[in-house]
């Protein structure tokens, strides 16, 4: 597989199959994608992966755990500006609308759109999850450092025949999950990912979030 096709074929991925993952694989993943640029070369990353048994003990937890804090606990980091103008509200609005329109969801049924998107905190239905978290040391340059790792592992993961789905929805359970996974104080969770094959059949899979045309976000002087 060519980059630019590992980038077209990179979806976030909202259904998967219970197939199993090779750790093996997520290993060379994982080391591969430590060629990934960081500032400084200071490699700001931290990744914990959670597989097997101890993946259904969190998923347990979280099962438990999301009924009783359903909007989270206190965040350490605001996932979006409190305050977010156009065009990016728009957008976020756009790609929501368009996962419920896929799944047959209607706005006005709350209820079950909160409840389909409780799947977050069970992956998915995938078989391994990622979780990536940095020193509270780091600002701003080195959390564009974690993006670019993370990027790099999804991309590689489409080498391997694998898919993906980026969750900033963990940052809402920043204590449960550093309880689980043992973050030490000094770091804190960035972000979750989930790992595994794509289930074709999911109708959430069906829908592929739209992007900007290229000249509403790109100028271009001497070229």
């Known amino acids: 597989m060519i980059v630019s096709e590992a980038v077209a074929s990179r979806r976030s991925v909202r259904g998967f199959l219970p197939d199993p993952v090779d750790g ?25 992966v959670v597989g097997g048994a101890d993946l259904d003990a969190l998923k347990a937890i979280m099962a ?32 929501g609308e368009d996962l419920y329109g896929a799944l047959g969801i209607p706005r006005e ?49 489409r080498e391997e025949g694998l898919d993906s789905c980026p969750q900033e929805c963990w940052a809402i359970y920043p204590k449960t999950i550093g309880e689980f996974i043992g973050i030490p104080p000094e770091r804190m969770l960035f972000t979750g990912m989930a790992i595994g094959f794509k289930d074709s059949a999911d109708p959430a899979n069906a829908m592929q979030a739209r992007r900007a045309p290229l000249g509403d976000f790109a100028s271009f002087r001497g070229i």
């Open 64 to 95: 438990k755990r999301v009924p009783e804090a359903p909007k989270g606990e206190p965040t350490e980091y605001d996932i979006y500006p409190k305050e977010l103008p156009e065009p990016y509200s728009r957008y976020r609005f756009e790609v």
């Open 109 to 157: 049924n709350k209820l079950a759109r909160m409840m389909w998107f409780a799947r977050n905190f069970q992956f998915f239905g995938a078989p391994v999850a990622l979780f990536c978290s940095v020193a509270r040391t780091m600002g701003p340059p080195q959390w564009s450092d974690l993006g670019m790792y993370l990027q790099t592992v999804m991309l590689l993961l």
């Open 24 to 48: 093996a694989v997520i290993r060379r993943v994982l080391e591969r994608a430590a060629r990934a640029p960081s500032g400084g070369n200071l490699q700001p990353w931290h990744i914990d």
